[in-house]
């Protein structure tokens, strides 16, 4: 059964691979034979009352002159709509009236959608042709009456703005996937850029901490080691994490990849300690089995806030409480307020930060219809406090 339901999409492929004009050929074909079926030659477009002429070789030339071309009606539209507004004159005027004279309206309706180039020009042109056409008839035979002109221009008129609605159509939804298209990049750009921080920034700044405190180890080696080691544990522990982001961006990665950041909230305090951060976690209940997303969510947002602990109050007492319910995680990390340092001024790792790690995380807990809020205390330190919903009830 599948194998038979993979054949017409083979044929299907095939024929889309082929060149329009080669696609286009059949319908002109079709005209061109339905016109030599006496049955059908009653069914033609008049205009005007020209006697009808028996069918001869000239009858045969004005067929092909005016179903033929539209094997080009999507390559070169205009070329197109111009033979077979010729033919269509030619039959009018000498009297062969036949089935391909349809054909016309099929020229029309192709270039009003996919003639891109002096489209004015070609309806004036085409109009103008037919103010000749009307008066030629009118001439020969003056048995039609004006209305009756019009109606048909009028007629010939809608099949154009069928083709240009058409274009129009194509033009909007074209205009549209690009605009999808350029949301879904910009996003995919966003969550790169929030992976990549949330990855880079935490190991980097334990890292730049434990090499600062190191400069004044040199008179206690062991200390000295001690704190040494800890950088490499970080640097081997972001190299890690960083592998595992490249394999969950990179589309051709066969193997396994991990969705959830290197170890437990355990593990993570235990680094910030031994960037010479004191953090106390505290820990209510079990995550739900079906709290995947939030707890990843959680996990980033204790990540970030030890992060800007790290940064911006260097060695002041950080508590970390995690609640664990069938309904949401609850998550608050506090910081007081920065401590003095040599001279009375404040210690900070860094001058400060994009504000891009709390914009990412009230953007993640929001996704998935959370509550973040990140301020400062009354002591002059910091409180982040996030409500993460776990799907559950």
Partial sequence: MIELRRVP???????????????????????????????????????????????????????????????????????????????????????YHSFAANAL???????????????????????????????????????????????????????????????????AEAERRHRVAEET???????????LHDVVTHHVTAMVVQTEAARYLTASPDRLA????????????????LRNLL??????HEGPARTQPDGDLGALVEQTRRAGQPVELTEHGTPATSSGSAERAAHRVVQESLTNALKHAHGRPTAVTVHYDDREITVEVSTDGPGPRAGGRARSVSPGGSGRGLAGLRERVAALGGEFSAQRSDDGGFVVLARIPTGGR
Avoid: K, N
């Avoid at 339905?34 to 009808?52: D, H, I, K, S």
């Avoid at 990049?185 to 992976?195: L, P, Q, S």
């Fill in 9 to 95: 999409d083979r044929w299907r492929d095939r024929w889309h691979r082929l060149d329009v004009t080669v696609r286009d050929l059949p319908l002109a074909l079709a005209l061109a034979g339905a016109a030599f079926v006496p049955v059908l030659r009653e069914y033609g477009t008049q205009v005007g009352e020209m006697p009808a002429r028996p069918f001869d070789g000239a009858a045969v030339l004005l067929i092909a002159l005016q179903c033929l071309p539209l094997a080009v009606r999507r390559r070169w539209p205009a070329v197109c709509v111009a033979l077979v507004s010729l033919g269509f004159v030619l039959g009018q005027v000498q009297g």
């Fill in 105 to 171: 309206g099929v020229a029309l309706v192709s270039a009003g959608a996919h003639l891109a180039h002096r489209r004015r020009l070609v309806v004036a042109a085409l109009s103008v042709a037919y103010v000749g056409l009307a008066v030629a008839l009118d001439r020969l035979t003056g048995a039609e009456r004006v209305d009756e002109y019009l109606t048909f221009y009028l007629v010939m008129a809608l099949a154009w703005g069928v083709g240009a609605w058409v274009r129009s159509t194509r033009a």
């Fill in 185 to 195: 990049r910009t996003a995919e750009r966003t969550r790169i850029a929030r992976e």
């Fill in 226 to 241: 001690e704190t040494l080691t800890a950088v490499g544990d970080t640097g081997r522990l972001a190299i890690s994490d």
């Fill in 247 to 252: 394999d969950l961006l990179d589309p051709g």
